[in-house]
Structure formats: structure tokens, C-alpha cells
């Protein structure tokens, strides 16, 4: 049996880790293996790696040197974690997937979203989600939620003004619309309690829950 590969994408302060949290325990307490991970991280390269891109030090890293660190570090979380349990049967959930660098690199950052693309075709070797969720919040809000978070992990990205964030949202539109066949749109401006029922209502239709 073939497994699935489930993303979760957004802006920052959409909420999409926490969902990602509170979804595990609820498919461990009904009994439903699957794998929760992230990018970039996973396992041990692709952590090193996300040491040094979001390192908050690193403000002269370049804006294609930044692109390519995020490949290699997805790459290597495909074939050591992500595409072997998927093989085994497994549901594989990812916290941020190849649509995060095609809205932040891609359009964001002004590389392009055809060649951010083209990046991650050599580096994902044609391996898509078999489904995303994109939580949807305005930039305003989900920074509004980052400066009230204490336990969010602050990153070099933390940094970029308001101009930047919405300049990725404006990114993951265009994703969507190129993609749309595999993508979800998830109201993440609601309780979490309510995002979650969302979330899971969309997934019975995808796996047995």
C-alpha cells in the first residue's frame, strides 16, 4: 500500500504548526499511524541546514543562495524521511513544503516563481503532495500573532517588514491558482478548535479517519 503526502502551507502566524500539533493527538487517540515533520528540518542534515538559513545573523545571506539552501535541505528530507515511509504505507504530515519557496523565494524575494520551480523540479525529482492545506490569514493578523507569541520560535524571517509578508501572500496566490487541483483553502483567521474541525473535515474525504 502506497502512502500520502500531506502539506501544510501559510504565511507566518497562520497557525498551521499548532494545527499540525493538535491533529497528531488526535489521530494517535484514534489509533491512526502517521509521520509529522517539517521543513526545512525532518532530520539531521536538513536541520543543520535550517540552522544557517534561519539563523538570525545572516542578514547578507543572498536572496538565490537562500533559494538553493531550502532545495537541498528538501531534497534530503525526501529521501531519507519523507519518500520511504510514504512507500511503507505511511501519511506523512509536513509542516511547509515546495510552495513556501516558491511564495517567499519565488515572489517574495523576486527570484521568480518559474525558476524557484525549476530549483525544486531538480531537487524533488517530480515528487508533489498529494494534498495542501493553505491557512489563510491576513499578514497584519498573523504578525500581530507572532509579537503576542512567547513559545514561537523567531527566526531571521521575523525580521522582514510588513512590505515582505505581504509580497508572500500576494506569492501564494499565484501558487494556488497554478496548483489548484491539490490545494485547500483553510480559513485560519478562526478559533484553532474551529480550524481544526475544518482541516479534519477536509482530510475524511482523503484518508480513513
Given at each position: 500500500?502506497?502512502?500520502?503526502f500531506?502539506t501544510?502551507e501559510?504565511?507566518?502566524?497562520?497557525?498551521?504548526?499548532?494545527?499540525?500539533?493538535l491533529?497528531?493527538?488526535?489521530l494517535?487517540?484514534?489509533?491512526?499511524?502517521?509521520?509529522?515533520?517539517?521543513?526545512?528540518?525532518?532530520i539531521?542534515?536538513?536541520?543543520?541546514i535550517r540552522?544557517?538559513?534561519?539563523?538570525?545573523?545572516?542578514?547578507?545571506?543572498?536572496?538565490?543562495?537562500e533559494?538553493l539552501?531550502y532545495?537541498?535541505?528538501?531534497?534530503?528530507?525526501?529521501v531519507?524521511?519523507?519518500?520511504?515511509?510514504?512507500?511503507?504505507g505511511?501519511?506523512?504530515?509536513?509542516?511547509?513544503?515546495?510552495?513556501?519557496?516558491?511564495?517567499y523565494?519565488?515572489?517574495?524575494?523576486?527570484?521568480?516563481?518559474?525558476?524557484v520551480?525549476?530549483?525544486?523540479?531538480?531537487?524533488?525529482?517530480?515528487?508533489?503532495?498529494?494534498?495542501?492545506?493553505?491557512?489563510?490569514?491576513?499578514?497584519?493578523?498573523g504578525?500581530?500573532?507572532?509579537a503576542?507569541?512567547?513559545?514561537r520560535?523567531k527566526?531571521?524571517?521575523?525580521?522582514?517588514?510588513?512590505?515582505?509578508?505581504?509580497?508572500?501572500q500576494?506569492?501564494?496566490?499565484?501558487?494556488?491558482?497554478r496548483f489548484?487541483e491539490?490545494?485547500?483553502?483553510?480559513d485560519?483567521?478562526k478559533?484553532?478548535?474551529?480550524?481544526l474541525?475544518?482541516?479534519?473535515?477536509?482530510?475524511?474525504?482523503?484518508?480513513?479517519?
Amino acid at each position: 500500500m502506497i502512502g500520502k503526502f500531506i502539506t501544510f502551507e501559510g504565511p507566518e502566524g497562520a497557525g498551521k504548526t499548532t494545527i499540525l500539533e493538535l491533529l497528531m493527538k488526535d489521530l494517535q487517540q484514534s489509533g491512526i499511524e502517521a509521520v509529522f515533520t517539517r521543513e526545512p528540518g525532518g532530520i539531521h542534515i536538513a536541520e543543520k541546514i535550517r540552522e544557517v538559513i534561519l539563523n538570525k545573523e545572516h542578514t547578507e545571506m543572498d536572496a538565490r543562495t537562500e533559494a538553493l539552501l531550502y532545495a537541498a535541505a528538501r531534497r534530503q528530507h525526501l529521501v531519507e524521511k519523507v519518500i520511504p515511509a510514504i512507500k511503507n504505507g505511511e501519511i506523512v504530515f509536513c509542516d511547509r513544503f515546495i510552495d513556501s519557496s516558491l511564495a517567499y523565494q519565488g515572489h517574495a524575494r523576486g527570484l521568480g516563481i518559474d525558476e524557484v520551480l525549476s530549483i525544486n523540479e531538480f531537487a524533488i525529482n517530480g515528487f508533489m503532495p498529494d494534498l495542501t492545506f493553505y491557512f489563510s490569514i491576513e499578514p497584519e493578523r498573523g504578525l500581530e500573532r507572532i509579537a503576542s507569541s512567547s513559545e514561537r520560535e523567531k527566526n531571521r524571517l521575523d525580521l522582514e517588514g510588513l512590505s515582505f509578508h505581504k509580497k508572500v501572500q500576494e506569492g501564494y496566490e499565484k501558487v494556488i491558482n497554478r496548483f489548484q487541483e491539490r490545494i485547500v483553502i483553510i480559513d485560519a483567521d478562526k478559533p484553532m478548535i474551529e480550524v481544526l474541525d475544518d482541516v479534519k473535515n477536509v482530510l475524511k474525504e482523503h484518508i480513513q479517519m
